[in-house]
């Protein structure tokens, strides 16, 4: 997507009349206006010459806008490197209209005091005046019309913008803003001059009358008080980008280079791939990339939210902006400028920003024809009223205040405020939405289908029985599933082969090697036909199928939740390898918090049924769909999809692997595991950054709270026109007496905006995680279901000791999950159901890793 900056917006009209006259561009797909950040995103292939010369010829500015991650340089440095890091241009995104308009507002108040002294201190309420006024009422009308003019001339955007849009016939707000001040100037001017004649002809009874009919302080007070709620409108905007320039300002500036044995501080721009960079302790990582040597923690909140480090050695991967809390680092830089983590968060961000809702078509409906009828019921309410018998005074009082009334800013603003709270929000909790559409449509998900591996589950399965074929071995068995796993990327294969190093298996090397999706490995070993996977595709590698008899043995390990790999060499059956896959911590609380939300919750996996139902009670799902092929899942999200109440599910596909990728495009909203892979990501509508389902509660909470935000802005931007046109016009005052003076009319006006954008900043108040109920519902279930041990540890002294404590009681068998705390000097152990711990294991294990076991409650 293309960026432009756009200049002369003034309001809603403004912004469909620019995405009108791009759009009927050549080679432009689709085009995005926002009036919040004062940009239009563009899709297509049309040139930017082309782009830019549509939006100057609708009356408008326009320029090419650069990422707002920066612009990336391409020049070599005086030392001859070239730089591949962009500078982050938090710039783009400061606020530079506020200071102008709180300049413009003072400078109006300074006239405006004095007009209002004369016009209505002295006629209304009999404040003296010097005595050369006395008697001498042309001099009064002077001194009026020159204090207006003045704050005319100060506030001349409002007609140079007003009646340009006129002239290119797409009139906005600035047009009735112009037109209402403009109109009351030049009658009252006439008023004036019509004065001079009653004075020259001794007309007393005229003079009196002609100083009545000034409305020099309606044309002053109208631009003054409009340039209030632009100046309130304006710094509320502001605040709503505060999450992108926050995002912004956590780019690191400067890095520290190993070159030719040398540290040299560099610039992050001239940081290129390839280099090796350090990071002490308290630094922070200047870019993305590999850890060559040392061990530190490093504290990733910055762009997953989450407060505790990562403990991180040689081969892990460290990203830039995160804080080396510890030890001291020698990295290798992997990806530079644009392609840093943090820029990609900052690009989706602000993309998602530029664009547009579906909700926002209705403003920009309304929008596109607001003004021309506003000024057809101004003119409409003049011609009324004289006709009713009113003099020209009242017909244009009433005229005018429609004009000054009406506001189509509100409407304009009503849905991209709430969209960028929203979004901004979620980037604070690592939760990023790539477009506005995937925000709105999230609170509408009816059912979410979840992935098991990486998503349910740990993603970290470990090896828990190993099972020889007659005839065969534990080591033959290792040797052989070792030699074949060792190729494999999938989370099961990892198992393997970390049992078998830390078993120290000998390693052979295996030829012919092929993965066969959704079935297993086949490869030649020593000569001999090497086959492992699932159930089917080893009985289909058997030569006799009588050498099968693990069915009893399958239920039995399926039943605990384990799922078991085959293996046949040659032909012949070789053996079993069981796995067990823990459930993430949150998982059960995360489902039950969905199912709170009237969400149906479904499993879709390749595990066999028992296993993947041992899974799904564990976890409290509503339904599990085991034995499900890769290319099958979108084919299960189809279905699900036509399953609803009203033959429609809303569905939303959670996942983080390779083959999740169609049925994330498949279903309506694709929410990608942030940990997984790109391939995922790339085709998901929102990436969670901490890999945690409890986001994906957070996720559909925080687009309901956006969506019913949007509702009350557009309920309020309607219903306040609905109401105060009808009023300025003077509908109501035969009835009621109503009537309303322009003034107030344009106070009104001025403030509308700003109550849209305060209240769509109330989001930022939102309750996104853990309602109380939900909270409560955990903790019982955990009473009742899980054990828990406290282990009393001497020797922890930071959060750095706290992982590897951690780390190693997670290793112990039975063990789901251990918070550590340096603090109390404890370690707290939550067991798997049913399962015991060895207080001898526990004591080698804390022992093993550095520190001094006390006791265990």
Same mark, same amino acid.
């Given at each position: 997507?293309?960026?432009?900056?756009?200049?002369?917006?003034?309001?809603?009209?403004?912004?469909?009349?620019?995405?009108?006259?791009?759009?009927?561009?050549?080679?432009?797909?689709?085009?995005?206006?926002?009036?919040?950040?004062?940009?239009?995103?563009?899709?297509?292939?049309?040139?930017?010459?082309?782009?830019?010369?549509?939006?100057?010829?609708?009356?408008?500015?326009?320029?090419?806008?650069?990422?707002?991650?920066?612009?990336?340089?391409?020049? &070599?440095?005086?030392?001859?490197?070239?730089?591949?890091?962009?500078?982050?241009?938090?710039?783009?995104?400061?606020?530079?209209?506020?200071?102008?308009?709180?300049?413009?507002?003072?400078?109006s108040?300074?006239?405006?005091?004095?007009?209002?002294?004369?016009?209505?201190?002295?006629?209304?309420?009999?404040?003296?005046?010097p005595?050369?006024?006395?008697?001498?009422?042309?001099?009064?009308?002077?001194?009026?019309?020159?204090?207006?003019?003045i704050?005319?001339?100060?506030?001349? &955007?409002?007609?140079?913008?007003?009646?340009?849009?006129?002239?290119?016939?797409?009139?906005?707000?600035?047009?009735?803003?112009?037109?209402?001040?403009?109109?009351?100037?030049?009658?009252?001017?006439?008023?004036?001059?019509?004065?001079?004649?009653?004075?020259?002809?001794?007309?007393?009874?005229?003079?009196?009358?002609?100083?009545?009919?000034?409305?020099?302080?309606?044309?002053?007070?109208?631009?003054?008080?409009?340039?209030v709620?632009?100046?309130?409108?304006?710094?509320?905007?502001?605040?709503?980008?505060?999450?992108?320039?926050?995002?912004?300002?956590?780019?690191?500036?400067?890095?520290?280079?190993?070159?030719?044995?040398?540290?040299?501080?560099?610039?992050?721009? &001239?940081?290129?791939?390839?280099?090796?960079?350090?990071?002490?302790?308290?630094?922070?990582?200047?870019?993305?990339?590999?850890?060559?040597?040392?061990?530190?923690?490093?504290?990733e909140?910055?762009?997953?939210?989450?407060?505790?480090?990562?403990?991180?050695?040689?081969?892990?991967?460290?990203?830039?902006?995160?804080?080396?809390?510890?030890?001291?680092?020698?990295?290798?830089?992997?990806?530079?400028?644009?392609?840093?983590?943090?820029?990609?968060?900052?690009?989706?961000?602000?993309?998602?920003?530029?664009?547009?809702?579906?909700?926002?078509k209705?403003?920009?409906?309304?929008?596109?024809i607001?003004?021309?009828?506003?000024?057809?019921?101004?003119?409409?309410?003049?011609?009324?009223?004289?006709?009713?018998?009113?003099?020209?005074?009242?017909?244009?009082?009433?005229?005018?205040?429609?004009?000054?009334?009406?506001?189509?800013?509100?409407?304009?603003?009503?849905?991209?405020?709430?969209?960028?709270?929203?979004?901004?929000?979620?980037?604070?909790?690592?939760?990023?939405?790539?477009?506005?559409?995937?925000?709105?449509?999230?609170?509408?998900?009816?059912?979410?289908?979840?992935?098991?591996?990486?998503?349910?589950?740990?993603?970290?399965p470990?090896?828990?029985?190993?099972l020889?074929?007659?005839?065969?071995?534990?080591?033959?068995?290792?040797?052989?599933?070792?030699?074949?796993?060792?190729?494999?990327?999938?989370?099961?294969?990892?198992?393997?082969?970390?049992?078998?190093?830390e078993?120290?298996?000998v390693?052979?090397?295996?030829?012919?090697?092929?993965?066969?999706?959704? &079935?297993?490995?086949?490869?030649?070993?020593?000569?001999?036909?090497?086959?492992?996977?699932?159930?089917?595709?080893?009985?289909e590698?058997?030569?006799?199928?009588?050498?099968?008899?693990?069915?009893?043995?399958i239920?039995?390990?399926?039943?605990?939740?384990k799922?078991?790999?085959?293996?046949?060499?040659?032909?012949?059956?070789?053996?079993?390898?069981?796995?067990?896959?823990?459930i993430?911590?949150?998982?059960?609380?995360?489902?039950q918090?969905?199912?709170?939300?009237?969400?149906?919750?479904?499993?879709?996996?390749?595990?066999?049924?028992?296993?993947?139902?041992?899974?799904?009670?564990?976890?409290?799902?509503?339904?599990?769909?085991?034995?499900?092929?890769?290319?099958?899942?979108?084919?299960?999200?189809?279905?699900?999809?036509?399953?609803?109440?009203?033959?429609?599910?809303?569905?939303?596909?959670?996942?983080?692997?390779?083959?999740?990728?169609?049925?994330?495009?498949?279903?309506?909203?694709?929410?990608?595991?942030?940990?997984?892979?790109?391939?995922?990501?790339?085709?998901?509508?929102?990436?969670?950054?901490?890999?945690?389902?409890?986001?994906?509660?957070?996720?559909?909470?925080?687009?309901?709270?956006?969506?019913?935000?949007?509702?009350?802005?557009?309920?309020?931007?309607?219903?306040?026109?609905?109401?105060?046109?009808?009023?300025?016009?003077?509908?109501?005052?035969?009835?009621?007496?109503?009537?309303?003076?322009?003034?107030?009319?344009?106070?009104?006006?001025?403030?509308?905006?700003?109550?849209?954008?305060?209240?769509?900043l109330?989001?930022?108040?939102?309750?996104?995680?853990?309602?109380?109920?939900?909270?409560?519902?955990?903790?019982?279930?955990?009473?009742?279901?899980?054990?828990?041990?406290?282990?009393?540890?001497?020797?922890?002294?930071?959060?750095?000791?706290e992982?590897?404590?951690?780390?190693?009681?997670?290793?112990?068998?039975?063990?789901?999950?251990?918070?550590?705390s340096?603090?109390?000097?404890?370690?707290?152990?939550?067991?798997?159901?049913?399962a015991?711990?060895?207080?001898?294991?526990?004591?080698?294990?804390?022992?093993?890793?550095?520190?001094?076991?006390?006791?265990?409650?």
């Open positions: 997507m293309k960026q432009f900056n756009v200049t002369g917006m003034s309001c809603a009209a403004c912004s469909a009349r620019i995405e009108k006259a791009v759009s009927k561009v050549e080679g432009v797909e689709s085009c995005s206006v926002s009036l919040l950040t004062n940009s239009m995103g563009v899709e297509g292939e049309a040139s930017d010459s082309a782009i830019i010369e549509a939006v100057v010829n609708a009356g408008y500015g326009a320029s090419l806008k650069s990422s707002p991650r920066g612009t990336s340089s391409s020049q &070599k440095s005086s030392d001859g490197r070239q730089g591949g890091q962009s500078s982050n241009s938090e710039d783009s995104l400061r606020d530079l209209e506020t200071p102008l308009l709180i300049k413009r507002l003072f400078s108040i300074i006239f405006l005091i004095p007009l209002m002294y004369v016009s209505m201190g002295h006629m209304m309420w009999k404040w003296p005046l005595s050369f006024f006395n008697g001498n009422h042309v001099a009064m009308g002077l001194v009026q019309l020159l204090f207006a003019a704050v005319m001339v100060i506030n001349q &955007k409002f007609f140079i913008s007003g009646f340009k849009s006129l002239l290119h016939r797409s009139p906005n707000m600035d047009t009735l803003v112009a037109l209402g001040s403009a109109s009351a100037f030049v009658y009252s001017t006439w008023a004036l001059f019509a004065m001079t004649g009653a004075v020259v002809s001794g007309n007393e009874e005229a003079v009196m009358a002609y100083m009545h009919d000034f409305y020099f302080e309606t044309a002053a007070m109208i631009l003054t008080l409009i340039t709620g632009k100046t309130l409108e304006a710094k509320s905007k502001g605040r709503t980008t505060d999450a992108l320039k926050g995002l912004m300002r956590l780019a690191p500036k400067k890095a520290v280079i190993l070159e030719n044995g040398e540290e040299k501080t560099l610039a992050i721009e &001239k940081v290129k791939k390839g280099d090796i960079f350090l990071v002490r302790p308290g630094e922070n990582i200047p870019v993305d990339g590999i850890v060559l040597e040392g061990a530190s923690a490093v504290n909140a910055a762009l997953t939210g989450e407060s505790i480090p990562v403990d991180k050695s040689s081969g892990d991967t460290v990203s830039a902006a995160t804080v080396n809390t510890s030890g001291f680092l020698k990295c290798q830089a992997v990806r530079v400028g644009e392609d840093t983590t943090l820029s990609q968060i900052i690009q989706m961000v602000s993309d998602a920003a530029a664009t547009k809702a579906p909700i926002a209705i403003a920009d409906k309304v929008s596109g607001f003004v021309p009828v506003v000024i057809s019921l101004a003119l409409v309410t003049f011609i009324v009223w004289s006709l009713l018998g009113a003099d020209v005074g009242t017909s244009l009082t009433r005229a005018v205040a429609v004009l000054v009334i009406s506001c189509p800013c509100a409407l304009g603003l009503a849905t991209p405020v709430a969209i960028m709270v929203g979004n901004g929000l979620g980037a604070k909790n690592g939760i990023l939405f790539k477009t506005s559409a995937a925000l709105e449509q999230a609170g509408k998900i009816s059912l979410v289908a979840l992935d098991k591996t990486g998503t349910i589950t740990s993603g970290q470990r090896v828990t029985d190993i020889p074929a007659p005839g065969v071995s534990e080591d033959e068995l290792m040797k052989a599933a070792y030699a074949l796993e060792k190729k494999s990327e999938h989370p099961l294969a990892k198992a393997i082969v970390q049992k078998a190093e078993d120290k298996v390693f052979c090397d295996v030829t012919d090697f092929e993965i066969i999706p959704g &079935k297993g490995l086949s490869a030649k070993l020593e000569g001999k036909v090497l086959a492992g996977g699932n159930e089917d595709f080893i009985k590698a058997l030569s006799n199928k009588e050498d099968w008899q693990m069915a009893d043995k239920d039995e390990l399926a039943e605990e939740g799922t078991p790999l085959f293996f046949a060499m040659d032909g012949r059956f070789f053996g079993s390898i069981a796995v067990a896959d823990t993430k911590e949150d998982s059960p609380q995360a489902i918090e969905l199912k709170e939300l009237g969400i149906r919750v479904v499993m879709l996996t390749g595990d066999r049924e028992k296993t993947a139902q041992a899974i799904g009670r564990q976890a409290g799902l509503d339904q599990v769909i085991a034995g499900v092929l890769p290319d099958g899942k979108e084919r299960v999200i189809r279905q699900l999809q036509g399953e609803g109440a009203s033959g429609k599910n809303f569905v939303a596909m959670v996942g983080d692997g390779i083959n999740d990728a169609p049925a994330l495009t498949r279903s309506d909203i694709g929410i990608a595991i942030g940990a997984g892979t790109d391939v995922a990501i790339d085709a998901a509508d929102i990436v969670l950054m901490k890999s945690r389902l409890a986001d994906v509660v957070a996720a559909i909470r925080l687009s309901r709270a956006t969506l019913r935000n949007i509702h009350e802005n557009l309920f309020w931007a309607f219903i306040y026109n609905i109401i105060g046109i009808p009023l300025a016009a003077g509908v109501f005052t035969a009835a009621l007496g109503w009537k309303l003076n322009p003034m107030f009319g344009a106070a009104a006006m001025s403030l509308s905006s700003f109550c849209v954008v305060t209240n769509a109330r989001l930022n108040f939102s309750k996104i995680y853990k309602t109380k109920k939900s909270q409560k519902t955990a903790d019982e279930n955990h009473k009742e279901s899980k054990m828990e041990k406290t282990i009393e540890i001497n020797g922890m002294m930071c959060q750095h000791c992982m590897h404590v951690k780390k190693a009681l997670e290793a112990l068998p039975g063990v789901e999950s251990v918070k550590a340096h603090e109390a000097k404890k370690a707290f152990v939550t067991l798997k159901e049913g015991s711990l060895d207080e001898g294991k526990v004591k080698a294990a804390i022992t093993e890793a550095g520190y001094e076991f006390v006791k265990m409650d």
